[in-house]
């Protein structure tokens, strides 16, 4: 079977670098709009009698709603020449699902499909955010389809759906209990066409099994308490209480319905609830009340002439009641650079699902819907959702506990035009790091942030003794909708990068489970660091100071002996005997999964670690960056924090020693020594009682080995335990 080479699975991303400079994909919207309409039908046995026959038909709807957009989220225009193309599509694949009432089982009872596909080209400069427009958004498609369109509910396996036209009336029966989910995959592709860079990718977006799931059943009923007929503050509500009024089977919303058809509600006069059928023949609402009161044997209260009881056995109420829902979801981008993969957009239950923008709703029939969400527009959330965040780079969305976190964002990374990565100088001159420090640079693929070389921890409450931490663990999952890209991880990567030509270069090395100043001297003192040199009142005007590189810092070099040294030391060695991961909180009570810290043990005790493991664990110490006794500001909520830190100020530190220190790596040396024997001349015994035993030895070679072993494994890790293993074997030659 050959090599298929053109062909892309869905789900399966690109890799795409994180580069300055381009338009990427920013958001993809469903939005789901569910109506469902109650028609009661009144009937007696014959004309004349008393109404003794309920029955009732359920009108059903569903509306998909697809948009997207793409973000120029640079300040300056894009122009690739001579064009760029577009290529976008959604595709929603949904499945109706009803639990009857005497299951615990949901039952499948239809299945739907939306998509929308737009292909185009931009031979025009794409405006940037200076031109204060929203013409920095592509917008491929808004796209509405109508996937069931008040369809009769008739419960039957046969054919649940039929159309309205042609589907009798049925009995009183339990409202079903309707679930929507649905399965979404998404396409798109931004490249160059034509010109030098022919056929190049901008951007492309490949994802798939984005599900969400919309429990109708549960918004179909009102949360309230049930009112009778004329109690009710919320109309809507009264009519869909599925509460049991005595023993006929009747609920309070068909009663309420009843009523309101009789006009026996306030509600009945209410233009805005209730309007005649044609605003062209004046009083047809009072016409069927009237006509309705009269079928059901009581008296006229609207116009005259008097109304002769109707002929007929069946008559259906006037006023039918709709309930309409909407449920809306957005897959969006919070770091324009973060938004190859589900996680990276929107957070999901422990079922892989969407949480919806915020809690679907029922919504007022006469509701216009003129747009879907903040397709075309920035998007800043603000208190629309309590679920997911929108555009929230460092100081946006102020009030936020997370407006100004260094353990979440990047400082003073205001908008994608702040990052400062290394860049290639010229076509041939690639960048090359001039130390594995440098990797702080490099984005780490959440939002607003690079590789993190910053504590988790900063140290314990005075009078409490507990553990405060620099980033809560639960606070970050809720900020990357990913626990596994918590921050401390990235202290794994300095172990795996050298800068060193050789093996024997990397020699010489500083543990970092060296405890001694003097020993951290060497590698410290000397170095340049950044001190934050602007007064707080040159800070305080708005947009000040406008360059924090510039203008906020000078540089000035660790001094041995001093005490910021020493107070270096001693926080690495609070951060080597104060270890902490995080993990999830086990509790049955709790609906959902959340995390916290805890204290790393040594496996199979319940001993604290008190070793590094890892190379890059000495970076929680909070005094070698967040904590720097270099910068000022940090212990207030300053315009220092706010406005002149900088991540290459606040990470100098290690970006310039993680080249000079290492992890443990304990080995020891096993030398062995052997020698080959043979029974000495007359060194065998002829007597009966020990005959032939030999009573001395003649020495016919001799060996010396030299076993080098290197001991793996981690003293936390359960998977991973510490084992042996030979790195070397030599056999020594005889001595000259």
């Given amino acids: 079977m050959g090599i298929f080479t053109n062909m892309n699975v869905y789900g399966q991303p690109f890799i795409v670098g994180a580069k300055k400079g381009h338009p990427n994909f920013n958001e993809f919207t469903l939005e789901n709009i569910v109506e469902l309409t109650r028609k009661i039908e009144l009937g007696k046995a014959k004309a004349g009698d008393p109404v003794t026959i309920t029955n009732q038909q359920l009108?059903?709807?569903?509306?998909?709603?697809?948009?997207?957009?793409?973000?120029?989220?640079?300040?300056?225009?894009?122009?690739?020449?001579?064009?760029?193309?577009?290529?976008?599509?959604?595709?929603?694949?949904?499945?109706?699902?009803?639990?009857?009432?005497?299951?615990?089982?949901?039952?499948?009872?239809?299945?739907f499909a939306a998509s929308a596909v737009a292909s185009y080209d931009i031979r025009k400069p794409w405006p940037g955010t200076a031109s204060h427009t929203n013409g920095n958004f592509q917008v491929p498609f808004m796209r509405i389809t109508n996937l069931l369109d008040d369809a009769a509910y008739t419960g039957n396996p046969s054919g649940y759906f039929k159309s309205s036209t042609n589907s009798p009336f049925g009995p009183l029966v339990e409202a079903p209990?309707?679930?929507?989910?649905?399965?979404?995959?998404?396409?798109?592709?931004?490249?160059?066409?034509?010109?030098?860079?022919?056929?190049?990718?901008?951007?492309?977006?490949?994802?798939?099994?984005?599900?969400?799931?919309?429990?109708?059943?549960?918004?179909?009923?009102?949360?309230?308490s049930s009112q009778l007929a004329g109690s009710g503050p919320n109309p809507d509500d009264l009519f869909w209480d599925t509460n049991r009024v005595g023993t006929s089977g009747m609920t309070v919303g068909i009663t309420n319905q009843i009523a309101m058809s009789l006009g026996d509600l306030s509600y009945s006069?209410?233009?805005?609830?209730?309007?005649?059928?044609?605003?062209?023949?004046?009083?047809?609402?009072?016409?069927?009340?009237?006509?309705?009161?009269?079928?059901?044997?009581?008296?006229?209260?609207?116009?005259?002439?008097?109304m002769r009881e109707p002929a007929s056995m069946n008559h259906q109420a006037p006023f039918s009641p709709t309930r309409r829902i909407r449920a809306q979801f957005s897959w969006l981008a919070n770091d324009p650079l973060v938004h190859y993969m589900n996680n990276d957009l929107a957070p999901n239950d422990a079922a892989g699902r969407t949480f919806p923008l915020k809690e679907p709703e029922a919504i007022p029939v006469n509701l216009v819907l003129t747009n879907m969400g903040s397709i075309g527009y920035p998007?800043?959330?603000?208190?629309?959702?309590?679920?997911?965040?929108?555009?929230?780079?460092?100081?946006?969305?102020?009030?936020?506990?997370?407006a100004y976190n260094l353990g979440v964002k990047d400082p003073n990374v205001r908008s994608s035009d702040d990052w400062r990565f290394p860049i290639v100088t010229s076509p041939t001159n690639y960048f090359r790091f001039p130390s594995i420090g440098w990797l702080g640079r490099v984005h780490r693929g959440t939002p607003w942030q690079t590789i993190y070389m910053k504590p988790i921890i900063q140290g314990y409450e005075k009078n409490t003794g507990k553990l405060v931490p620099f980033i809560d663990a639960q606070t970050w999952k809720n900020w990357s909708y990913s626990i596994g890209s918590f921050p401390s991880q990235d202290y794994r990567f300095f172990d795996l990068f050298t800068v060193a030509p050789t093996e024997s270069a990397a020699r010489g090395l500083l543990s970092v489970n060296q405890p001694g100043e003097a020993a951290w001297a060497a590698v410290l003192g000397g170095i340049t660091v950044f001190t934050n040199n602007i007064s707080d009142g040159a800070i305080a005007a708005p947009g000040q100071p406008a360059d924090p590189y510039a203008q906020g810092y000078t540089a000035m070099l660790i001094e041995?002996?001093?005490?910021?040294?020493?107070?270096?030391?001693?926080?690495?060695?609070?951060?080597?005997?104060?270890?902490?991961?995080?993990?999830?909180?086990?509790?049955?009570?709790?609906?959902?999964?959340?995390?916290?810290?805890?204290?790393?043990?040594?496996?199979?005790?319940?001993?604290?670690?008190?070793?590094?493991?890892?190379?890059?664990?000495?970076?929680?110490?909070?005094?070698?960056?967040s904590f720097s006794p270099y910068l000022r500001g940090f212990f207030k909520a300053t315009n220092q924090i706010y406005k002149v830190f900088v991540?290459?100020?606040?990470?100098?530190?290690?970006?310039?020693?993680?080249?000079?220190?290492?992890?443990?790596?304990?080995?020891?040396?096993?030398?062995?020594?052997?020698?080959?024997?043979?029974?000495?001349?007359?060194?065998?015994?002829?007597?009966?009682?020990?005959?032939?035993?030999?009573?001395?030895?003649?020495?016919?070679?001799?060996?010396?080995?030299?076993?080098?072993?290197?001991?793996?494994?981690?003293?936390?890790?359960?998977?991973?335990?510490?084992?042996?293993?030979?790195?070397?074997?030599?056999?020594?030659?005889?001595?000259?």
């Fill in 59 to 111: 009108l059903v709807g569903i509306e998909a709603r697809l948009g997207m957009e793409a973000w120029n989220s640079y300040r300056s225009n894009y122009m690739k020449l001579p064009q760029l193309h577009v290529f976008a599509e959604a595709v929603t694949e949904m499945a109706l699902s009803n639990r009857p009432p005497t299951s615990l089982f949901e039952v499948p009872i239809a299945n």
């Fill in 177 to 224: 209990h309707f679930r929507l989910y649905t399965t979404n995959r998404v396409r798109f592709f931004l490249s160059v066409l034509g010109g030098p860079d022919n056929g190049r990718i901008i951007d492309f977006v490949n994802l798939d099994d984005l599900k969400t799931v919309l429990d109708i059943g549960k918004l179909l009923r009102p949360q309230r």
């Fill in 269 to 306: 006069k209410d233009d805005g609830f209730w309007r005649s059928s044609s605003k062209y023949v004046p009083g047809d609402r009072e016409q069927s009340i009237d006509e309705f009161r009269v079928f059901c044997g009581t008296n006229q209260i609207g116009r005259k002439p008097i």
């Fill in 379 to 402: 998007n800043t959330m603000g208190e629309v959702s309590t679920n997911q965040h929108g555009y929230e780079p460092w100081g946006m969305k102020i009030g936020s506990a997370l």
């Fill in 560 to 625: 041995p002996g001093s005490v910021q040294l020493s107070n270096i030391v001693a926080s690495i060695n609070f951060a080597r005997t104060n270890q902490f991961d995080v993990g999830p909180v086990t509790d049955p009570t709790r609906p959902q999964v959340t995390y916290n810290f805890f204290q790393k043990k040594i496996f199979g005790t319940t001993n604290n670690l008190d070793v590094f493991e890892r190379a890059g664990d000495v970076l929680n110490a909070p005094l070698l960056s």
């Fill in 647 to 736: 991540d290459e100020a606040v990470e100098r530190i290690p970006q310039q020693i993680m080249s000079l220190v290492d992890r443990d790596q304990p080995k020891f040396v096993v030398y062995s020594f052997g020698q080959s024997l043979k029974p000495a001349p007359h060194s065998l015994v002829t007597s009966a009682n020990f005959y032939n035993v030999c009573t001395n030895y003649q020495i016919t070679g001799e060996v010396v080995t030299k076993t080098t072993f290197r001991v793996d494994g981690s003293l936390t890790d359960t998977n991973n335990p510490l084992r042996a293993v030979v790195e070397s074997y030599n056999v020594l030659p005889p001595p000259e």
